[in-house]
């Protein structure tokens, strides 16, 4: 089991930028169920959108189309700990945002087995 605590959300202006923290706690099987760990978000009435994923050794990132170039996903030291630095930040990047973790590659809500609880962005024009 890992449970994950998300940090970072508010509000910011359209053009502006935050920064999302997760960390994972999952004791000493954290490095496995917590393999890869990402970023989704979602709006009222959709399902949970792929933002980012980037696996342990923080070597691999993997970015939704909609973000690539304005987001960054990276993990800390510590390893558990992972951000996403969204940049140039646009009224439609409104949403609650979810960390993920998994011991694979996951880009479908389905599919991930580990989520925090959110935190709201909400970006004005």
């Known amino acids: 089991q890992v449970e994950l605590k998300e940090s970072g959300g508010g509000l910011a202006q359209a053009g502006g930028s935050l920064t999302l923290t997760c960390a994972a706690a999952?004791?000493?099987?954290?490095?496995?169920?917590?393999?890869?760990m990402g970023w989704f978000r979602q709006t009222a009435g959709n399902e949970r959108e792929f933002l980012a994923s980037?696996?342990?050794?923080?070597?691999?990132?993997y970015y939704a189309d909609s973000v690539r170039g304005r987001f960054t996903i990276s993990r800390g030291p510590p390893k558990n700990t992972v951000y996403l630095q969204m940049n140039d930040l646009k009224p439609e990047d409104t949403a609650v945002y979810y960390c993920?973790?998994?011991?694979?590659?996951?880009?479908?809500?389905?599919?991930?087995?580990?989520w925090g609880q959110g935190t709201p962005v909400t970006v004005s024009s």
């Open positions: 999952g004791g000493a099987l954290t490095n496995h169920f917590a393999n890869f």
């Open positions: 980037i696996n342990w050794d923080g070597d691999g990132q």
């Open positions: 993920s973790a998994d011991r694979t590659l996951r880009t479908t809500q389905a599919e991930v087995h580990y």
